[in-house]
């Protein structure tokens, strides 16, 4: 009995020593867990996102160029990603991103804890499953880097993910963590970041319009990007997309009806892959970019921490002048004109070697301007090793109206090919606003980037002409003063030209008829620099050099100086800098940047009318005629004025139009000056440029949602009183007017050295 008594005393003794040791056991277990939470909670084990990096997390945010219809135009990105509003989001989406990542997204706050102890015993029992909520995903996609895959990583990762998760629930509202989920999720290929880049790349739409199958198609697509794309695994897609669908249906997000008619659906992609060169108007939001980066740059513009403003990660929106069907409109024009005119060029260069004699040295320009002489220089081989090299077959891709073409040639050849094709550029305007409402910068973004509105500059000929008449009526002389318009000799200099209008010619006609002696007499009266320096304050920032032959547009310019110029006609005298930039936000909506455009008064108010009115008679039965009488892309009635313009050898084509409420312009040449039109029926202005006008004009009125007005140019207030308009009351008309179907056959304006 007695040792009974031992052994049960020592049992008690046993359980109080085994007690205590497992309560000091737990509490040590609590204290260790309390203090490690802490040690993830202060970062000791890796920093976790502030209240700052979690209202604005440290993505990178694609930056938007949008029209002044409020369309996106395209954007500058290293991730595609744009934020969307919880407003913006499609209920579908939502709906079918709770029925299939969290069921109990509602109900928890911010952890699952049944969820995650079921998963546990999945886990262990063989079958993984995921056991993370929405909150705890958008934590993970908050930090830096993404999921771990070293274990150990990974389990301090998901206590990290379960602090931020239970501070995310405590301090946002569960639509904020929606939105902000939809914001930083990853849809793997073609660079698409975010719902809003996902819906345009697939679908080509915007969040708030995606249909429920839409919507389960991206959702499905979460849980493996690569695993589940509707492009390279379709099949998988579709049963992704219905099982989404089918959960949608088990939560009463849709009815039975509902799920039957969207899984029956085809997946119905449009595929809208983003990059710089594809989409709207490539060039524009190329040059677009580095105005951008002038202005901020010369402004001291940067963010609230004094860094400079990335446009290809910050997330800015960029509004912009340009309309987005006018856009379409002028490239459409474009490619329609130019299409037909390629055909006409090659029929002529057929037979023909363009690189011989003057044009010799072409081939070896071309060459050595090429990425791949450079490449290949760099590499330690001598010019006459590389010219090997241009002479060995490779596979390559060229440009065709009908689209890229990847062929075998030597790069020799694509050198040829390239250089034989046209090149064309467009740009419009609002006179009285200066906003840019079209550029198209050339004819093809991939293969041809050098933008030819801002950029290029060329040999402007016949379209410098109104700047000498404009200084000689604004200084004296009036449009139906009559000057000679014969062959003379100034100094070493004698024009050519033919001669139509008459001899004396009045100024009206000289300009309808875009006669050079006439030109080149009035010069030489009015004086070279003063004409220089009245064409600069026009606003053409060119060289522009101090002789007589500048009269026949013997300097270069571009056409966004060109176009600008002109619309100071149109604008009474008052210039108005073209505007590419409204205005720019950073991501949260706060202005950054506005833009203040230049404006001078360039000439009185009356020469600017008569001006107007000349130029209307260049399309009224001058060398635009063709606006009016043919039918392939003219038939224009409406009151329109302009001004044709072909340098040496039809080497450039120019015309630039104006309307009471637009402006533009438009340049045709190749990309070397000795290769052209051989005859004027093709190479003059009013063939190779003016065409891709008429078109673009035509669709312009067509759109009356566009609401341009076809009313005649405004007089000034008060009339005019300075000079006589009607020739017919001023004196005797001297010679006889060319016959319209005379007219329609002009010899343009060439230069004529």
Request: aromatic content about 12%; glycine content about 8%; overall charge positive.
């Amino acid at each position: 009995m007695k040792r009974e008594s031992k052994n049960s005393k020592l049992t008690e003794e046993d359980v109080k020593r085994y007690s205590l040791n497992y309560w000091k056991l737990l509490i040590g277990l609590i204290v260790f867990a309390v203090l490690f939470l802490i040690s993830v909670r202060v970062g000791i084990f890796g920093k976790l996102p502030t209240f700052k990096d979690l209202e604005n997390p440290k993505s990178n945010l694609a930056s938007e160029i949008i029209t002044d219809d409020n369309k996106v135009l395209g954007t500058y990105y290293v991730h595609n990603r744009s934020n969307v509003k919880y407003s913006e989001l499609s209920p579908s989406l939502v709906q079918a991103l709770v029925s299939t990542e969290d069921k109990r997204f509602y109900e928890h706050s911010g952890i699952d804890y049944s969820r995650t102890l079921s998963t546990v015993v999945l886990t262990l029992g063989g079958n993984k499953q995921g056991g993370s909520t929405i909150t705890q995903q958008l934590a993970l996609n908050l930090f830096g880097e993404r999921r771990a895959k070293n274990s150990l990583k990974r389990i301090m990762q998901k206590f990290q993910e379960w602090i931020t998760a239970v501070r995310l629930e405590r301090n946002y509202t569960k639509e904020e963590i929606v939105m902000m989920y939809f914001n930083t999720v990853d849809f793997g290929a073609y660079n698409t970041f975010g719902i809003k880049s996902a819906a345009r790349t697939y679908f080509n739409s915007t969040p708030e319009k995606l249909t429920p199958d839409q919507a389960a198609l991206l959702v499905g697509m979460l849980k493996g990007p690569g695993e589940y794309s509707p492009v390279r695994r379709p099949e998988r897609a579709l049963a992704r997309r219905n099982l989404v669908l089918q959960n949608m249906r088990d939560q009463n997000f849709i009815s039975s009806e509902e799920f039957e008619k969207n899984k029956a659906k085809p997946l119905g992609l449009k595929l809208t892959i983003s990059n710089y060169g594809e989409g709207l108007a490539p060039y524009f939001r190329a040059v677009l970019k580095e105005e951008i980066k002038k202005e901020f740059q010369r402004l001291a513009i940067t963010k609230p921490d004094g860094t400079p403003y990335d446009l290809d990660r910050d997330g800015l929106k960029i509004y912009t002048p340009i309309n987005y069907k006018m856009q379409q409109y002028a490239e459409d024009a474009q490619k329609e004109w130019m299409t037909r005119l390629q055909r006409e060029f090659d029929k002529q260069w057929k037979r023909r070697n363009a690189f011989t004699g003057k044009n010799a040295n072409l081939l070896i320009t071309g060459m050595k301007r090429s990425d791949r002489w450079h490449t290949l220089k760099s590499e330690g081989m001598t010019e006459d090793q590389i010219k090997k090299e241009f002479e060995k077959k490779v596979p390559m891709t060229l440009f065709t109206w009908k689209g890229s073409v990847d062929t075998v040639m030597t790069p020799l050849d694509s050198i040829k090919y390239t250089k034989l094709f046209l090149r064309n550029a467009m740009m419009a305007m609002e006179p009285k606003t200066g906003y840019i409402k079209a550029w198209v910068g050339g004819i093809n973004f991939e293969h041809f980037k050098y933008d030819q509105v801002r950029l290029g500059t060329r040999q402007v000929g016949s379209t410098a002409k109104p700047f000498v008449y404009a200084y000689a009526i604004d200084n004296g002389y009036g449009p139906c003063v009559s000057i000679p318009n014969h062959m003379q000799t100034y100094g070493d200099w004698t024009p050519k030209g033919t001669v139509q209008g008459g001899d004396p010619i009045t100024l009206k006609n000289a300009i309808k008829y875009s006669q050079n002696y006439a030109s080149a007499y009035l010069i030489s009266e009015v004086g070279a620099s003063n004409v220089a320096e009245f064409t600069k304050r026009m606003g053409v920032n060119s060289n522009i050099p101090n002789n007589l032959s500048i009269a026949l547009g013997s300097y270069d310019a571009s056409l966004f100086d060109m176009v600008g110029a002109y619309s100071a006609f149109v604008n009474q005298g008052t210039y108005v800098e073209p505007t590419m930039i409204l205005r720019i936000e950073d991501k949260n909506g706060a202005p950054i940047y506005e833009k203040a455009p230049k404006v001078s008064m360039v000439l009185n108010r009356e020469t600017a009318y008569a001006m107007v009115d000349m130029l209307k008679g260049v399309v009224d039965g001058g060398t635009g005629s063709r606006l009016r009488w043919d039918p392939n892309f003219g038939g224009l009635k409406n009151p329109i004025g302009g001004k044709t313009g072909t340098t040496n050898d039809n080497s450039d084509a120019w015309f630039i139009g104006i309307t009471p409420e637009l402006v533009a312009g438009v340049w045709t040449g190749a990309e070397d000056r000795g290769i052209s039109f051989s005859s004027m029926q093709y190479g003059q202005g009013a063939a190779a440029a003016m065409p891709v006008f008429g078109l673009f004009m035509r669709k312009v009125y067509a759109d009356k949602n566009l609401n341009y007005s076809q009313e005649d140019f405004p007089k000034p207030e008060g009339g005019i009183t300075r000079f006589e308009m009607d020739c017919s009351n001023y004196s005797k008309f001297y010679g006889n007017e060319p016959s319209q179907s005379d007219s329609q056959q002009l010899d343009d304006d060439r230069l004529g050295f």
